[in-house]
């Protein structure tokens, strides 16, 4: 089969991290016989200083002309100070998550059993294994609600968000959710805060009818401060969490933590239609770039999910998640993990090492 893939390189370690990505994505090719066709798109701080404007146009065009994108890190201090949001790079990153309609953040946070020892969690805990899929609503909520500061009479200033959420979109992100647990161990955690918030007991109804339609899945209703603690006490027994885009920001990142480096987290960004869009978590990293520091691993799980989620390549996308767990067994690290000296590697050869795994 063949496959079109944007590659937006970006700023900082991305180009480093996704040519990476490309050798591996190659490597899977040669092997299951298929044919993956890139095409550059430039975005973010090159974007800039090549033609004037972070995200140029026609961007948002040549990655719907692809069948998944896949984005290295965007941004940096050299573009750090202009108030023109052309000049801007993270307005590319907004840009073209509108333009490509995703409203779902998929972030696994996956405990590779060779990296137990980086878990800051109990040892018996982090021993049962970790792997959950975080789902976070990306367009609504708070983030996105009417902003108010106004002057009061007897309480001095005064600001106010508003949180607000339609059936609309509770219900394709909930949806989202649960499709996705049956592509995996079946069971939905739906986070909310329904027993103060309007919005939460509305989402709630949602996805109970949701639930109610998907019976094969398991699921279960976690109000979100008990959803922050039960991430620390037991993560391994959560498969798929659903929640708004605050909470999902908040716990998201605590999610991440608990399974280690930065440079081992890959993310995906999906609408309703292809392209979706697949990130390390992990920005530009600009104190490490040009060096062969960064680790390229969160880059090549990002590609991983890419083969998983837009092409239904299952066992592709598990040869290249194997690959990377038999490298880490070995004990092969860049500088942001911890391990011997001895097995220290830079981007370059940590990508070879697991194309030689492939
Ligand atoms: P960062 O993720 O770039 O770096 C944080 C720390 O983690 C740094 O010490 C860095 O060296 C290290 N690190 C990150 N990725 C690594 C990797 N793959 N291997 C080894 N070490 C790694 O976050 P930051 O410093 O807050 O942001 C730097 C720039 O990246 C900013 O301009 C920011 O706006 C941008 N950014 C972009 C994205 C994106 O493109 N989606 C996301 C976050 C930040």
Redesign the pocket.
Known sequence: MEYKIALIR?????PE?VREAVKVLDAVAAKFGHQFLYTDVLM?GCAIDAVGKSYPDGTAQTCKGCDAVL???????K??HSTDPDKR??TA?LSIRKELGLYANLRPATLRPALADACPLRRETAEKGIDLMMVRELTGGVYFGKRDRYQTEDRGVEASDLMAYSELVIERIGRRAFELARLRRKKVSSVDKANVLETSRLWREIMHRLAAEYHDVEYEDVLVDNCAMQLVRDPGQFDVVVTENMFGDILSDEASMITG???LLPSASMGDTNPALY??????????AGQD???????ILSAAMMLRYSFRLAAEAEAIEQAVDAVLAEGWH???MAGDTDKLVGTVRMGQLICAKL
């Open positions: 970006g700023d900082g370690i991305g991290v973010g984005l290295g890190a965007v941004g940096g201090p573009w750090g790079p993270e990153l480096s930065i440079g990130e390390p978590i992990h920005g530009s990293a600009p104190d490490i520091k960064a680790n390229p691993i969160a880059a860049t500088g942001d």
